[in-house]
Every structure is written in C-alpha cells, then in structure tokens.
Nanobody, 114 residues
Framework: QVQLVESGGGLVQPGGSLRLSCTGSGLTFSGYWIHWYRQASGKEREWVAR????????NYADSVKDRFTISRDNAKFTVYLQMNSLKPEDTAVYYC???????WGQGTQVTVSS
C-alpha cells in the first residue's frame, strides 16, 4: 500500500519559515518525481514545486521562486519543502504528489498570520 505523509505545517508569522516533509512508503521512492501542491480555502489547487527522482532537477512556481526550496533524501524516503519569507497568501493546505502513480498525501495546513 502506497502512502505519502506530509508533516511540518503550522502557524507562523509573516516573514517566518517552515519546513514541510513528505515521507513515502510502499513505493520505490527514489524512482519517483515528487511535486508539492497547495490549496487555499475556496481556491483551486495550485502547483508549487517539483523535484526529480534523483534530486538533480527542481522547478518552482513563480509565486514561490527564491523563497521556497525543494530537496530530497532518498535514504530517508523523504522530500522537503523549505519555505522562507512566508506571506499570508501562502496560507493553504500543502500536499505532496508522486509522478508516476499520482499518489497523494493527506495534506498539512500552513497558516501565515500575525
């Protein structure tokens, strides 16, 4: 049974930082690209970032470029999303997703508010 589990969300003040984790099980984790998406209340799900299976290639949405960094540790079956200089508009539920397979985690809430 394939599982992706996100963690690390929480409440942070504007300008603060959080690191999200996405840990996989039941799949050959190192063979999958991993994407991060987010969905704010009342809005459509938005693609945030992706990382190649080996970690050598990364891409970001314009809205998070230069503030977020995606990385992975295949030995720990985990992908990270380091989020710096957070803004209120980053508030959303963050999900990780695998490609291929299109497996999704349950999401972790990030709230940026003073």
């Amino acid at each position: 049974q394939v599982q992706l589990v996100e963690s690390g969300g929480g409440l942070v003040q504007p300008g603060g930082s959080l690191r999200l984790s996405c840990t996989g099980s039941g799949l050959t984790f190192s063979g999958y690209w991993i994407h991060w998406y987010r969905q704010a209340s009342g809005k459509e799900r938005e693609w945030v970032a992706r990382i190649s299976s080996g970690g050598g290639s990364t891409n970001y949405a314009d809205s998070v470029k230069d503030r977020f960094t995606i990385s992975r540790d295949n030995a720990k079956f985990t992908v990270y999303l380091q989020m710096n200089s957070l803004k209120p508009e980053d508030t959303a539920v963050y999900y990780c997703n695998s490609a291929p397979g299109n497996y999704w985690g349950q999401g972790t809430q990030v709230t940026v508010s003073s």
